[in-house]
């Protein structure tokens, strides 16, 4: 196994015992459906010139609310479950290699 592999073991097998839902859901959130949803918002206020209400008004905060609230189920939730069974899927294969190299040297 190269540096890179033992690095990835080393460094997941501490992360996973220090996994939070919440926090990766929350940093997802924050860092992609927010920007996300403003810029659909965006587009469809100012370059599609959707005005059934105005844009400062509490039909468009709840319009917006509802989008954020989607985006975040579905972007946030499969993002977290993508990225734990993805590095976790890794881990295990690592581990396997790694336990099969120790095999072939005793």
Sequence with gaps: MDAEELAFLKDWEVRRKRWSWGKVFFNTVLYAVVPMVLTIDFINFFIIADTNFGFFSWEHLWEFIKTLF???????SSFGVFYW??????????????????????
Excluded: A, P, V
């Design 70 to 76: 989607i985006f975040s189920l579905i972007i946030g």
């Design 85 to 106: 069974y993805s590095n976790e899927l890794k881990f295990q294969r690592l581990t396997r290699k790694q336990e099969k190299e120790k095999k072939n040297t005793h």
